[in-house]
């Protein structure tokens, strides 16, 4: 069984961002970079189920500029067999990051996709519902939970009203939640090695991807701050302040 | 004009309040008609439900025996056939919106909006990025604005009205390779729903254990207030994934939020920012939660928490 795995690079998570000035955009000049949490949780699930000995191949791919190699070098140190650079000046909105993939899926034929329910920086959980949605596939989003079978999955999704259990056909696309595992760390020895390995150039024009137009950014500002709020000493100071907001009756 | 399309979010018997909150933000679109559609077998007391909503012009019942238990494979198509009559497709921004608008909007060639907070114009929205920290204003490409809506950012309209109730059945392309099995809900006990609870009361990692979570529960029964967790609450096995607050857990706007041993890292507090008041209680005087709190109080929760349950009215359920 052959799986694709999606990853982006985005700013780390422990990064507290900060909005330019200007207005147009986040400050990334310096910012440290990682690969998307979500994304190293679906890359651990393909290293697993090829320990397990269910997945044969693992291909990683990235979309965006020449940076994006640095995440794909940390998936080759993880174990994946083969990286695949889509280029772009940056990386696309989920609606032709979909697109990519799509083309990408269509010439690779993987019998399953993982990637990240949602990446960190657009916030967008969009792009695997997207994707399974061009190349008519079935999707099982914010999985918690996959079992393989021969020619299909049983997956348990993370849902409002608590777990709910899908099964579909292969190929199918599989975005991970927090819970699916706990990714390892690749070892140095692998990330030295990863150093030498080839990393695969695809165009979108190769893949005869078409893209459409996106969403225009406009501005980006700072959320409203909240009023600095003061601090009591004691319980009975709490359920007055409490009382004298009209939150208590 | 504007026509806009809400995809109501139900269980098949009770019409989820997140379907208000998305007619709302449609409302706040000005536009010439709302249309609800509900996707159901054959039930229609949510489609009954959502006739009520105020601003509501139709309620389309879109009857198939795959719309049970429908998963976004099913949904999706239907979705992009009813779009073709609409400039806007709206549906709440909770796992069930999430999971079926993107793939509608795919089919249908255009971008989709996630969680919009403000409709600041036809094609102009305002929405968070970076777990909170920032706020984009996108403008859309011509085309249908396909989007989810931020329910905590919207309150529900008023349940004065009555659209008439239109059952339609569609031709589309229902495909097999996706099987509903089962959903094991956790939540329950008789608590408010999460995320339409006036009051919610949180604990974190510092509750230290699951038989500790018990003050939390005691507390929020005397408030009536809904329950919820941070990650770390979660990973440890206190409580169920469902109760998680936060980025990638839910969004929250209640009245009153109240925090016991949350620290406050930045993914738990892109899920509360929009709460009215919003109460910490650490023993760290430095966690960031106190920077967003209204009111904080540096303590041991295993005191407070006892302590303010015992010094609220005891005659509240």
Redesign the interface.
Known sequence: MKVLVSVKRVVDYNVRIQVKPDGSGVMLDGVKMSMNPFDEIALEEAIRLKEAGKATQIVAVSIGPQAVQEQLRSALALGVDRAIHIPLDAAPQPVNAARALAGLARRENPDLILMGKQAIDDDCNQTPQMLAALLGWPQATFASKIELNDKSATVAREVDAGLEYLSVDLPAVISADLRLNIPRYPKLPDIMKARRLPIETVTPEDLGVEFVPEARLLKVAPPPKRQAGRKVASVDELVAALRERGLLS | MSKVLVIAEH?GETLNLSTSRTVACALALGPETIDVAVFAEAENKPAEAAARLNGVTRVLLVEHAANRNP???VL?PQVSALAKDYTHVLAPA???G??????????L???????IMRVLGRN?FER????????????????IVVATVRTASFKAVAETGSAPVEKISLDFDC?T???????????GGGRPDL?SAR?VVSGGRGLASKENFDLIYALADRLGAAVSAS?AA??AGFV???LQVG??G?IIAP??YLAFGISGA??HLAGI?DAG???AVNKDPDAPI?E???????GDLFE?LP??AD???KD?S
């Open positions: 269980d998963v976004a494979a999706a909770t796992t069930f999430k999971d079926v608008l993107p793939r509608a909007a795919a089919l060639g255009v971008p989709q909006v996630s969680d102009v968070p990025i970076y777990a909170g920290n920032a706020l984009e204003t996108i403008e859309t490409p011509p085309g495909p390779h996706t099987r509903f099995l089962r959903v094991e809900g956790s939540s995320q009051v990650r979660v990973d169920p994934n469902d980025q990638t839910k009245e009153l930045i993914q920012k008041t919003i109460v106190f967003v709190a209204d009111i904080g109080l540096v407070v302590a303010l010094a609220l009215p509240k």
